[in-house]
Nanobody
């Protein structure tokens, strides 16, 4: 159905920026709502951002609102997470996720497909 591969993670200084990419395969990608989640060592996986199939609806966790931007390019089967003004507390493995629906959701249990994750480390 849908396979996801994240890229773009790395090590940056506080205040810097990164853009994560999630390349999707599957004929129905354009009909999938997409989300980004993150998980730091010893912590629960938490919601970061979500977007519906048409990019007309987005939602962000309060901790990243105003700093992160989720977007998608259905023609390229790719979802992005632009991360600006990064903070050390943003350090985590970031996961791309897709669900069998066109409507975005913040709940991880609602997502059906997951990427392998990409590490983001922000130094102080």
């Amino acid at each position: 159905q849908v396979q996801l591969v994240e890229s773009g993670g790395g090590l940056v200084q506080a205040g810097g920026s990164l853009r994560l990419s999630c390349a999707a395969s599957g004929r129905t990608f354009s009909r999938n709502a997409m989300g980004w989640f993150r998980q730091a060592p010893g912590k629960e996986r938490e919601f970061v951002a979500a977007i519906n199939w048409s990019s007309s609806s987005t939602y962000y966790a309060d901790s990243v609102k105003g700093r992160f931007t989720i977007s998608r390019d259905n023609a390229k089967n790719t979802v992005y997470l632009q991360m600006n003004s990064l903070k050390p507390e943003d350090t985590a493995v970031y996961y791309c996720a897709a669900r069998k629906a066109i409507y975005r959701t913040i709940h991880s249990a609602d997502y059906d497909y997951w990427g392998q994750g990409t590490q983001v480390t922000v130094s102080s």
